[in-house]
């Protein structure tokens, strides 16, 4: 027990020291202590690099200062700006607690770790990120850099993804955090584990830990963390059919909970196997989403591949040019002007990029 308590009190003095003398790393939102500020860097950091979440970062404040801006926005005005972010449901969340905090709490941040904690997208780590940050809350973060400077530390050999090994890394994270200074504690074990104890290539040479690291003495870092759970990936292939009529596209907002919900798309075909574009015009055909002797193909994309967390996405457009005006179910005309407000997944942006380079528009 003693042995225990003096391990954790070299961490935490190690840690601190190390923050205060060696920790160079800048980002526009340490220090910061309004909660709104906070609350976004939180939401946007989750899932996402620092370095690509910085400037969607900037570009959601400068175009939501306050609380209030974000609330009284368009839905479609915030996801443009999350546009190529990824995992939209964090941005449906932030409108859903903007208004939930203005109508129900005046415009004013749930100022405990409690009542932070039940709003729309806040976990355990974001709620006690928020709390310490802003208010010097005594809540200790636990998120993937701190499971890995913990697990490698003390040598836990318990899965950082099991339901025993997060009880435990919990329980250890609240013995460390430092009550005095909860937020500096915080930003200190995140910033290490960032840029000393990085997940491949750390800087252990370096560290001021390594005499006391469990994980460096035995000569095993690149074991910790342990995990349990392999990420099974699913294959997808998204056939769209773009329709063009004179200079509008048939778009629709995809409403079904699935990725990108409630960003915009073209017509959509999906298979789990590789088709040829003949078979695709066929079936659209037999369905009569465009008649045989009604258009014309102008434009076949190469198939793009994009890898999300636990799907691959194989994607291809056959563009096609209809005579006549149609009306396709639960599609709409939509201008060229008017697109360029509206939301797309990074797969059909890209595809943007290929048509016009293909035709010169």
């Known amino acids: 027990m003693q042995k225990e308590a003096k391990n954790i009190n070299?961490?935490?003095?190690?840690?601190?020291?190390?923050?205060?003398?060696?920790?160079?790393?800048?980002?526009?939102?340490?220090?910061?202590?309004?909660?709104?500020?906070?609350?976004?860097?939180?939401?946007?950091?989750?899932?996402?690099?620092?370095?690509?979440?910085?400037?969607?970062?900037k570009k959601f404040l400068d175009n939501f200062p306050t609380i209030q801006k974000l609330a009284n926005s368009s839905d479609a005005k915030a996801?443009?700006?999350?546009?190529?972010?990824?995992?939209?449901?964090?941005?449906?969340?932030?409108?859903?607690?903007?208004?939930?905090?203005?109508?129900?709490?005046?415009?004013?941040?749930?100022?405990?770790?409690?009542?932070?904690?039940?709003?729309?997208?806040?976990?355990?780590?974001?709620?006690?990120?928020?709390?310490?940050?802003?208010?010097?809350?005594?809540?200790?973060?636990?998120?993937?850099?701190v499971f890995r400077v913990l697990s490698r530390f003390f040598g836990i050999a318990k899965?950082?993804?099991s339901t025993e090994g997060k009880k435990c890394f919990q329980q250890l994270s609240n013995e460390l955090l430092d009550k005095k200074q909860p937020g500096i504690y915080n930003q200190a074990i995140m910033d290490f584990g960032a840029v000393v104890c990085k997940p491949v290539l750390?800087?252990?040479?370096?560290?001021?830990?390594?005499?006391?690291?469990?994980?460096?003495?035995?000569?095993?870092?690149?074991?910790?963390?342990?995990?349990?759970?392999?990420?099974?990936?699913?294959?997808?292939?998204?056939?769209?059919l773009v329709i063009k009529y004179k200079t509008?596209?048939?778009?629709?907002?995809?409403?079904?909970?699935?990725?990108?919900?409630?960003?915009?798309?073209?017509?959509?075909?999906?298979?789990?196997?590789?088709?040829?574009?003949?078979?695709?015009?066929?079936?659209?055909?037999k369905l009569n989403i465009v008649k045989k002797k009604n258009y014309k193909v102008v434009f076949v994309s190469p198939t793009q591949k994009q890898q999300l967390s636990h799907q691959k996405i194989f994607a291809k457009?056959?563009?096609?040019?209809?005579?006549?005006?149609a009306k396709i179910p639960s599609m709409q005309l939509v201008s060229k002007k008017e697109i360029t407000k509206l939301a797309f997944p990074k797969t059909i942006n890209n595809y943007f990029l290929q048509y016009l380079a293909a035709n010169k528009e």
């Open 10 to 57: 070299a961490f935490r003095r190690l840690l601190l020291n190390w923050s205060k003398e060696k920790n160079t790393r800048q980002m526009p939102w340490k220090g910061e202590k309004n909660p709104y500020k906070i609350w976004i860097s939180e939401i946007i950091l989750q899932q996402t690099r620092v370095e690509q979440g910085l400037d969607y970062y």
């Open 79 to 145: 996801y443009k700006i999350w546009e190529g972010l990824g995992y939209y449901s964090r941005c449906k969340n932030l409108l859903e607690t903007a208004r939930t905090v203005v109508k129900k709490h005046a415009g004013i941040f749930p100022t405990t770790y409690e009542e932070i904690l039940k709003l729309k997208g806040v976990g355990p780590y974001t709620a006690a990120a928020i709390a310490s940050f802003a208010y010097n809350l005594p809540h200790a973060v636990l998120d993937g850099n």
């Open 159 to 161: 899965a950082v993804d």
């Open 202 to 240: 750390p800087l252990c040479l370096q560290c001021s830990f390594k005499k006391h690291c469990k994980a460096y003495v035995s000569n095993s870092v690149a074991l910790f963390p342990k995990k349990v759970k392999k990420i099974k990936i699913k294959t997808r292939w998204f056939y769209y």
């Open 248 to 285: 509008e596209f048939y778009i629709r907002q995809r409403t079904e909970n699935d990725i990108w919900k409630n960003l915009h798309e073209f017509y959509l075909q999906e298979f789990d196997y590789e088709v040829a574009s003949e078979e695709i015009l066929k079936k659209v055909e």
């Open 317 to 325: 457009f056959i563009t096609v040019e209809i005579f006549q005006k």
